[in-house]
């Protein structure tokens, strides 16, 4: 099988144009078929609170009301999706940048309302992330930008978390490729305190995420961003990593961030 890597960007390195701009310097020099996802929510956050919608937050997920819906669709399919796309292609990389409801390449369910309603979220199934036609794309020889935007094949644009639909992609493309996914973001991995890059841990286990998380050593983002990598490891997906965007060029060599391992 053909080696895929999935790479995932977060929002606190986009929000910087000096490390965006690195990043995907660093992106187009990696080799082989890869497929970018990125968030962005900060920039959300900023824009929404200056147009004067507050954000709501619940386990690191956005409550999505209809104005919060148009403000990410603006600002992830839009104005972050077209922009990387056009520094990609400045630098030789021909990308092409996709919500999901191009060429319905991530179909979402609306998550149903609980003792939460989420709003304008979407979920994703083992069904959602059309192989067909981003293989196609890759066979063209084009790479695909995806954003954190899904459609539910129904008119419905929906928001879903970037760190869920890189998992989704790669553990839907991991039946075609031997795929790696790598989540990049602004610390060297996942650290023992976050305030020291020297206290990386460099492989956790499953059953050590747990006590990790017990310990109140992983909080926040970082637990659905360890949970979906592990879902994309248990699901097929060869090796994932979580380290520092800058890091990016050390993966084939010196390694990087933290590996995680079934
Ligand atoms: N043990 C940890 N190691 C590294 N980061 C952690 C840890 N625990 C919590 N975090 C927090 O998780 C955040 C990453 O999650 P998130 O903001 O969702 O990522 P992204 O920028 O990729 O969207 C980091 O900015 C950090 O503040
Ligand atoms: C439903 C949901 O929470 N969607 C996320 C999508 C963006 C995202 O995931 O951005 P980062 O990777 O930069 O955090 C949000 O709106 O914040």
């Given at each position: 099988?053909?080696q895929l890597?999935?790479?995932?960007?977060g929002?606190n390195v986009?929000?910087s144009s000096e490390k965006l701009?690195?990043f995907?310097?660093?992106?187009t020099a990696l080799p082989?078929?890869?497929?970018?996802?990125h968030?962005?929510g900060k920039i959300?956050?900023e824009?929404?609170?200056s147009?004067?919608?507050e954000?709501k937050?619940?386990?690191?997920?956005r409550?999505t009301?209809?104005?919060?819906l148009?403000?990410?669709?603006m600002?992830?399919a839009?104005?972050?999706?077209?922009?990387?796309?056009?520094?990609?292609?400045?630098?030789?990389?021909?990308a092409?940048?996709?919500?999901?409801?191009d060429?319905?390449v991530i179909r979402?369910v609306?998550?149903p309302?609980?003792?939460i309603?989420y709003?304008?979220v979407?979920d994703?199934n083992?069904a959602s992330?059309s192989?067909?036609?981003l293989?196609s794309?890759?066979?063209?020889?084009l790479?695909p930008?995806?954003?954190?935007?899904?459609?539910d094949?129904?008119t419905?644009?929906?928001?879903?978390?970037a760190?869920?639909?890189a998992?989704?992609v790669?553990v839907?493309?991991?039946?075609v490729?031997d795929t790696?996914l790598?989540?990049?973001f602004?610390?060297?991995?996942?650290?023992r305190?976050?305030?020291d890059?020297?206290?990386?841990?460099t492989?956790?286990k499953?059953?050590?995420?747990?006590?990790?998380?017990?310990e109140?050593?992983?909080s926040?983002?970082?637990?659905?961003k360890l949970?979906?990598?592990?879902?994309?490891?248990?699901?097929?997906?060869k090796?994932?990593?979580?380290?520092?965007?800058?890091?990016l060029?050390?993966?084939d060599?010196e390694g990087?961030g933290?590996?995680?391992?079934?």
């Open positions: 099988m053909k890597t999935i790479i995932k960007i929002g986009i929000d701009h690195q995907l310097l660093d992106f082989g078929d890869k497929i970018l996802v968030g962005g959300a956050t824009l929404g609170t147009l004067g919608i954000p937050m619940v386990d690191g997920r409550i009301d209809i104005e919060t148009r403000i990410v669709t600002v992830y839009g104005l972050i999706n077209k922009n990387m796309v056009a520094q990609l292609q400045a630098r030789g990389c021909n092409i940048g996709l919500s999901g409801a060429g319905n979402a609306k998550r309302v609980g003792s309603d709003g304008f979407g994703l083992e992330v192989v067909q036609t293989d794309l890759l066979k063209s020889g790479v930008v995806l954003c954190a935007i899904t459609h094949g129904d419905q644009l929906l928001n879903t978390n760190d869920t639909i998992s989704a790669a839907a493309m991991s039946a490729y790696r790598v989540y990049c602004e610390k060297k991995g996942v650290l305190d976050v305030e890059d020297l206290s990386l841990v492989e956790i499953r059953n050590e995420f747990e006590q990790l998380k017990d109140g050593v992983v926040g983002g970082m637990i659905p949970h979906n990598a592990f879902e994309a490891i248990r699901q097929g997906v090796a994932v990593y979580i380290g520092k965007a800058d890091e060029p050390q993966i060599t990087f933290t590996r995680l391992i079934d």
